[in-house]
């Protein structure tokens, strides 16, 4: 209950019931109420009991209150909790995935994920905005006209076949090809950082060839919002802009996409810059080590009836372990073990490049081959701009 709870750009309270406005209007949002402000809307609904029995509810009409709340948050009872700046903190991480999945589900037409659906369009006859998206009704089925944020049979084949045939260094992504289904035309399975990975650095790439500029223009602001926010280092200037940006992006995504595009999730990052600014850089606050962790002490489960009992033993095994391999220097232990990519050292160098000083290592069951000529331009192009003995001339 720290944020005022926000509507839709195009919605409107009317008689505590939300009506739709074909009119999108540019507004920014809101200042966020502070702790005090919030206390004192709630101070009548402390000890208000939530239920469902209709003799013991009582019904609150927020018509008169002029506010959305419902009860007294039991954390207002901590001493501290009214003079916090920010008393929730949203995970940027799980925001980012659903946003992902919202906008890959509705771009590709993903049975099952897409928002674009036939009770969709209804709805958007029983509003009657958006005309040209109108089911067309040919005795008891429904013929659904193409969107412009739909892409056609022979784009999603080649963003399709561009996953499937994706490639990136070592420990940037998960292999995000074994998500892709080329038979059922579906993407099923991606993890948060595959989300990360898509929705920042391979969505507005695909975008802007393949989406008119009313759709992947906003679609590419979103992704730099998230990029700004995900920065080791954030600029108070640059979050200023994107917190500024976010309300316009989210007008113009709405006079695309339809209403039910945009769940909650969506319009959560309207915050984010704001939350950025007075917490700091996301690394310190979303969800992506408490995971790791988590799935970390997982795989010491044995004995699925009692799983923290395994946790345990296993903890402490491996405290042992740890322990005993900080005094054992003749055998390979976690601690003198070579790096995953180690390639065998660094050599003498005999007077050439020093990006040939490192020797390498073949994978294994690999086999030789030999590189076209446009494959050759490229490394050459690589040793060139990675060689320090080049950057003077580049420079």
Request: overall charge neutral.
């Amino acid at each position: 209950m720290g944020h005022r709870r926000y509507l839709p750009l195009n919605l409107k309270w009317r008689n505590d019931k939300v009506s739709f406005d074909n009119t999108v209007e540019h507004r920014l949002p809101p200042d966020m109420l502070s702790g005090d402000d919030i206390l004192d809307q709630v101070a009548d609904l402390d000890g208000l009991p939530l239920t469902k029995d209709l003799r013991k509810k009582i019904k609150i009409s927020h018509k008169k209150r002029g506010d959305n709340w419902n009860k007294k948050s039991i954390f207002f009872d901590l001493p501290y909790w009214k003079t916090l700046l920010l008393q929730h903190n949203l995970d940027v991480m799980q925001i980012e995935k659903n946003i992902c999945d919202n906008i890959l589900g509705t771009i590709l037409d993903i049975k099952g994920k897409t928002k674009d659906t036939l009770s969709t369009r209804l709805d958007l006859r029983e509003m009657n905005i958006r005309k040209e998206l109108h089911p067309i009704q040919n005795g008891d089925e429904y013929e659904l006209p193409a969107a412009s944020y739909t892409l056609s049979v022979e784009e999603k084949q080649k963003n399709f076949n561009f996953l499937k045939n994706l490639k990136v260094p070592d420990g940037f992504s998960s292999n995000i090809s074994h998500c892709v289904n080329l038979k059922d035309k579906k993407i099923s399975g991606l993890k948060s950082h595959d989300c990360h990975i898509i929705l920042q650095h391979l969505l507005p790439l695909a975008m802007r060839v393949m989406l008119c500029k009313s759709v992947s223009e906003p679609l590419i602001e979103l992704s730099i919002l998230f990029k700004v926010l995900g920065a080791k280092c954030l600029s108070i200037e640059k979050l200023e802009q994107i917190e500024a940006q976010i309300p316009k992006t989210l007008c113009k995504l709405e006079k695309v996409f339809p209403p039910a595009f945009f769940d909650v999730m969506v319009h959560l990052s309207i915050h984010l810059p704001n939350e950025a600014r007075i917490a700091g850089p996301v690394q310190y606050r979303w969800m992506y080590p408490i995971k790791r962790y988590l799935h970390f002490l997982k795989c010491f489960i044995g004995n699925m009836a009692h799983p923290e009992g395994s946790i345990v033993e296993g903890y402490l095994a491996l405290e042992c372990m740890t322990l005993c391999s900080r005094y054992l220097n003749t055998i390979k232990t976690k601690f003198n073990c070579p790096e995953r990519n180690y390639d065998g050292g660094v050599i003498e160098s005999d007077g050439g490049l020093t990006i040939f000083c490192e020797p390498g290592k073949s994978l294994k069951g690999s086999s030789p081959d030999k590189l076209d000529s446009h494959d050759l331009e490229e490394a050459h192009f690589y040793i060139l701009k990675n060689c320090d003995e080049i950057q003077p001339f580049l420079e």
